[in-house]
């Protein structure tokens, strides 16, 4: 069970079309996959999501930290210390994607070792969730198309849109086209990821309170302290926090501050320890959780069923779960398969997923 080798493989599969949103944009893939290797011969693997315009690392910067400073700092522990290896890794400050691929590589491992799923070592509350899918800038007629071939194809109900563009018409005129389009039973609700102003976003959501929107996330950003305080307080729906409440301190922060009243809880970002830890608070603080999606592929989509799965505050709501779809490929040996607009965990050890050799050898980058 003692760590032996860590590997940071700098990999590149396509979008089919990319994912466009208020902060940014992803045409590609460009992941990096972390490989934790024990003296028994057991490899337990993660996914690290670079997010450069989230989090500021880069897959560069993925594959350096991983192998010069978080390696070091976890070879030579045993499976079982993952709390040693959280606290070596939190010395050095930022680069969550990295820290949690490593994190959750060593669960893969210890499940693979112990021959025990990781979602029912971590709670085991249920074996699959409600699937919500994501909705890129486009076009009303686009957007709606899009969400109607998910919810014929994969029987997907429940709908997060991006917004936040100007006007903000833009956006509204979408979301009011998804309602009309896709009839009162789906549920829908948007993400702004900091386009708005705190201004623009009131004006937005009552633009749009017809519409029975169930959530707003970051429409505004957590830094104008004052003005997202004053919008979170006059809106009738959660107020969710997502990439500016990634630690235990950073919720309680954003939300004694006034600044939240629900959370995104990230695998990519915060691991399973990280992403414990803030389950357990928002538990505590009484808040609502969503389990987010970081533009994951299938191993990532994999770690947030196994986690959202493991807890009843976080299988409640449909989790982020299917914008792999939109990747002409992964690396998976069995695809993941929505159906009936759920996902399932795969109930094998570890995270329950495996890579295929021949297609990391076709996308891997470091060959
Ligand atoms: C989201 O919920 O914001 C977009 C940027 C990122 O880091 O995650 C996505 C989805
Ligand atoms: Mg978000």
Redesign the pocket.
């Known amino acids: 069970m003692k760590i032996v080798a860590v590997e940071a493989i700098p990999y590149s599969i396509d979008y089919r079309k990319p994912l466009r ?1 208020a ?2 944009e992803v045409h590609a893939a460009e992941h990096v996959l972390v490989r934790v290797h024990t003296d028994d011969g057991v490899i337990g693997v993660a996914d690290a999501p670079p ?1 450069p315009f ?1 989090y500021g690392e880069t897959q560069r910067g993925l594959v350096a930290v991983v192998e010069t400073i978080f390696a070091p700092a976890v070879l030579g522990l045993t499976l079982t210390e993952r709390e040693v290896a959280h606290t070596r890794m939190a010395r050095t400050v930022g680069n969550p994607v990295a820290k949690a691929a490593v994190d959750m590589a060593i669960w893969d491992a210890l499940g693979r070792t112990l021959d025990l799923s990781v979602s029912e070592m971590l709670g085991g509350f249920t074996d699959r969730m409600r699937v919500s899918h ?1 909705l890129g800038f486009d076009t009303p007629e686009a957007m709606v198309d899009e969400a109607t071939r998910m919810r014929s194809d994969y029987g997907i109900e429940v709908f997060k849109v991006k917004v936040g563009r100007r006007p903000v018409s833009l956006d509204t005129a979408v979301v009011r086209a998804l309602r009309e389009g896709l009839g009162d039973d789906v549920e829908l609700y948007v ?1 702004g ?1 900091r386009g708005w102003t705190a201004s623009e976003s009131a004006r937005a959501m009552r633009e749009m309170s017809d519409l029975n929107l169930t959530l707003a ?1 970051e429409l505004c950003p957590a830094d104008d302290v004052l003005g997202r305080r004053w919008l979170v307080q006059q809106l009738t729906v959660p107020f969710v926090a ?2 500016s409440a990634v630690t235990p301190a950073d919720i309680t922060r954003e939300v004694l501050g006034g600044s939240a009243t629900a959370i ?1 809880i990230k695998t990519a970002r915060t691991g399973f320890t990280g992403s414990q830890r803030a389950h357990h608070l928002c538990e505590g603080l009484g808040l609502e959780v969503v389990m ?4 994951d592929g299938q191993l990532g989509s994999a770690c947030t069923v196994a986690f959202g799965a493991a807890f009843d505050l976080t299988s409640r709501r449909a989790g982020e779960l299917s914008n792999f779809l939109d990747m002409r490929d992964d690396l998976l040996t069995e695809p993941l398969q929505i159906r009936g607009g759920e996902l399932a965990v795969s109930g094998r050890a570890g995270i329950g997923v495996d890579i295929d050799p021949d297609k990391l050898d076709r996308y891997r980058l470091d060959t």
Do not use: H, L, P, Y
């Not at 987010?292 to 533009?295: A, C, F, P, T």
């Open positions: 949103f902060s940014g997010r989230t994501m993400d990821n996330e997502d990439e995104s987010g999606n970081q533009i």
